[in-house]
């Protein structure tokens, strides 16, 4: 793939012409807030955080960098009172989901943003989806998936897979942002297999 040369907060960057914006920032050692991407998933563009303001010909717009490829001579702000107001928003939005998520709270106190803004609605999942893929791209085992649609969707295990597959395995939640998928998992094993840890099974974390 042939090399395009852009511009990312003033800086030249040579990035290869199949990475997206985020691909070549961070490649660049330049940094934009994720709470969705991780580098083993295929890019999912659902929290963005990693919003970007950037301009071609001229002519600027604001785009989610996690799905946004890289171009010749393009120019990217990662930071902009514009862009910083959009992540604030963002961020206000999901406190009221996750008000006490140490990742938000970090990310409030960069953007300014007011934790109390909204009505509180503790769901405690921001829906980022990352258990949902590390579990079907990375492990192959769809243990935990989305149910419902629209303001209903949360995220849930599989009882009849989670059984199987999740004692030992585990790994999503350290990727959680949240602790839900954590949480999900409790109350799915207490609900669906209640006596396996009473068995002897060993505890998890």
Not at 97 to 112: D, F, G, K, Q
Not at 141 to 151: L, M, W, Y
Request: a neutral charge; hydrophobic letters at 40%.
């Amino acid at each position: 793939m042939t090399d395009v040369l852009m511009q990312i907060d003033g800086k030249e960057v040579k990035a290869s012409g199949d990475m997206t914006v985020l691909q070549a920032a961070r490649a660049a050692g330049i940094h934009i807030p994720t709470l969705c991407h991780h580098e083993k998933l295929e890019p999912f563009g659902a929290c963005r955080m990693c919003m970007v303001e950037v301009e071609t010909r001229g002519r600027k717009s604001y785009v989610v960098s996690c799905l946004y490829p890289v171009a010749k001579d393009l120019v990217v702000r990662t930071r902009s009172e514009r862009v910083d107001k959009i992540r604030r928003v963002i961020l206000e939005e999901l406190l009221a989901h996750a008000p006490n998520s140490p990742e938000l709270v970090a990310l409030a106190r960069e953007y300014n943003a007011d934790r109390d803004r909204f009505e509180k609605d503790p769901s405690f999942c921001i829906l980022c989806g990352l258990c949902v893929r590390y579990c079907a791209e990375v492990k192959q085992k769809n243990a935990v998936d989305f149910i419902e649609r629209g303001a209903l969707r949360e995220i849930s295990f599989i009882p009849e897979i989670a059984a199987k597959e999740c004692w030992d395995c585990q790994e999503c939640f350290a990727l959680c942002p949240t602790s839900y998928a954590q949480a999900a998992y409790f109350l799915t094993e207490a609900l669906a297999f209640p006596g396996r840890r009473k068995a002897g099974a060993p505890s998890a974390g």
